[in-house]
Every structure is written in C-alpha cells, then in structure tokens.
Nanobody, 125 residues
Framework: QVHLVESGGGLVQAGGSLRLSCAAL????????MAWFRQAPGKEREFVAA????????SYADSVKGRFTISRDNAKNTVYLQMNSLKPEDTAVYYC??????????????????WGQGTQVTVSS
C-alpha cells in the first residue's frame, strides 16, 4: 500500500510560483508512474502532468505546458510539481497519484490506483 502526502500549496498572486511536493510512504515509488491532477470547485478532476517511472516519458495538459514542470527524486521517494507564471484559473486542490504499472504517463484518473488527500492552491488576481 502506498500512502501519498502532498504539501507546498498556498496563496500566491498571479504571476507567482509554487512548488508542490508529494512524499510517498510505505513503499518505494521508484517503479511507479506518478501524476498530478487538480480539481476546482464545481468541476471534475482534471489531468495536469504525469511521468513514467524513469522520467523518460512526461506529459502535460495543454493549459499548463511551458509553465509547470513535473520531476521526481526516486532516492527521496518524492515527486514535485514546479508551477510558474500562475494564473487565477490554476486555483484548485492539487492531487498526487501513483500507478503501479509505471510505464505510462496517463491522463485518465482511472489509470491511477493511489491518491493523496490534496493540497489547496489559490491564485489571486
């Protein structure tokens, strides 16, 4: 069983930056594909970014390309999401997810078996 814990959320002005972290407890995630999703009030959970276990294949939602970067430190059992040039429409609860298969950077919520509790990101205009 993998337990995921997100941190790093907060309130930031438009144009600012935040770095989210996702620490995995209970099992190493070095062979897991990892992803970030987000959910704004009244909206469905949407894909943000994903990485295969090796980092060899990375994918991003069009809305965050060029602004967000997903990375992972398998030695620390942690995944990161660097968010730059934040916009008010980036406001949401951000969730970390893990897929045991490891070889896909999937954008579907159904591809991931493990989820964190989320961290709130609020971008003011």
């Amino acid at each position: 069983q993998v337990h995921l814990v997100e941190s790093g959320g907060g309130l930031v002005q438009a144009g600012g930056s935040l770095r989210l972290s996702c620490a995995a407890l209970g099992r190493t995630i070095s062979r897991y594909a990892m992803a970030w999703f987000r959910q704004a009030p009244g909206k469905e959970r949407e894909f943000v970014a994903a990485s295969t276990w090796s980092g060899g294949r990375i994918s991003y939602a069009d809305s965050v390309k060029g602004r967000f970067t997903i990375s992972r430190d398998n030695a620390k059992n942690t995944v990161y999401l660097q968010m730059n040039s934040l916009k008010p429409e980036d406001t949401a609860v951000y969730y970390c997810a893990a897929d045991e298969a490891g070889i896909y950077s999937a954008s579907s919520v159904n591809a991931y078996e493990y989820w964190g509790q989320g961290t709130q990101v609020t971008v003011s205009s």
